[in-house]
């Protein structure tokens, strides 16, 4: 699963999914406290 939102992001991993967080809207902080099992800082669509 892939989020940027923090709920998003604590709703996959409290259903025990692997969870990767874009910091795309959010501060690098903020994802973090929600535990994601990994953080992309910088990730451009192409």
Same mark, same amino acid.
């Not at 501060?27 to 451009?44: D, G």
């Given at each position: 699963? #892939?989020? @940027?939102?923090?709920?998003?992001?604590?709703?996959?991993?409290?259903?025990?999914?692997?969870?990767?967080?874009? #910091? #795309?809207?959010?501060?690098?902080?903020?994802?973090?406290?929600?535990?994601? #099992?990994?953080?992309?800082?910088?990730?451009? @669509?192409?």
């Amino acid at each position: 699963m #892939t989020s @940027d939102p923090v709920l998003g992001i604590k709703a996959g991993v409290a259903a025990g999914m692997p969870v990767i967080g874009l #910091t #795309t809207r959010n501060p690098k902080h903020m994802l973090m406290k929600a535990n994601p #099992t990994l953080l992309v800082e910088n990730y451009k @669509d192409q």
